[in-house]
């Protein structure tokens, strides 16, 4: 997990406020993702890069902003955080190369809307 | 709708024995399947991979089948230790949109000594 950080690894914040989580890795890797994890829930994917100027959207993207300022660096903002955004957010990297690329995670970000 | 689906409930197993975990998945035409093994508070972790011409694939203790006509993967990890005890996550790669991972909500797998 040293590969790829992310921070802060806790935040809590109110209704309203814009959230900027960040994430960093040393891996080298072109690909980079972010998810959220619910309790019960699948890994929801919300935004991913392929390289610094490719940047799709997830399949939960509404309310949610990215920037890829480098290879190595992928932020997550949240323009105007909600309650229903309290969650577990990971970042995740991986090579640029066929199918079934693994996946290196971050250690998450737990996030708490009030 | 297009699910995949792993055992919400925790599986308690005897240290030494084989701990058997599955995966099934609906209206999917999946390219590969991986299992990641996720601990308290950490991201998860890869395993193992397998394609969809595979039946089986291999790793020390671990052992993965896949069969498309089910539609079900199943995870062993025989010889179970405590340490072995984790959540276990199965993902699905989609060959119809640049094989993004679908993943499944996890079973949390408890070894007792």
């Known amino acids: 997990d040293a590969d790829v950080t992310q921070t802060p690894r806790n935040r809590i914040t109110k209704t309203g406020k814009r959230i900027m989580l960040e994430c960093s890795q040393t891996?080298?890797?072109?690909?980079m993702y972010w998810y959220r994890q619910d309790p019960g829930l699948g890994l929801q994917l919300i935004y991913y890069?392929?390289?610094?100027?490719?940047?799709n959207k997830g399949e939960i993207s509404d309310g949610y902003s990215v920037s890829r300022q480098a290879q190595a660096k992928f932020s997550l903002s949240l323009e105007s955080a909600i309650p229903n955004q309290t969650a577990l957010y990971f970042c995740?990297?991986?090579?640029?190369?066929?199918?079934?690329?693994?996946?290196?995670f971050g250690p998450g970000t737990r996030l708490t809307v009030l | 709708s297009q699910k995949i689906e792993q055992n919400s409930e925790a599986l308690n197993i005897q240290e030494g024995k084989t701990a058997t975990l599955t995966c099934n998945y609906t209206?999917?035409?999946?390219?590969?399947l991986q299992w990641y093994r996720q601990d308290p508070g950490r991201g998860p972790v890869f395993l193992l991979l397998?394609?969809?011409n595979e039946k089986e694939k291999r790793k020390e203790r671990l052992k993965v089948t896949f069969d498309t006509t089910l539609k079900q993967s199943l995870f062993h990890i025989t010889a179970s230790q405590p340490a072995d005890s984790a959540t276990y996550l199965c993902a699905l790669g989609r060959r119809d949109s640049n094989y993004q991972l679908i993943w499944g909500a996890g079973t949390k797998l408890i070894i007792k000594p």
């Open positions: 995740a990297t991986s090579e640029a190369r066929g199918q079934g690329a693994t996946q290196y």
């Open positions: 209206n999917y035409s999946p390219a590969y």
């Open positions: 890069s392929f390289d610094v100027k490719d940047i």
């Open positions: 891996k080298g890797h072109d690909r």
């Open positions: 397998i394609r969809e």
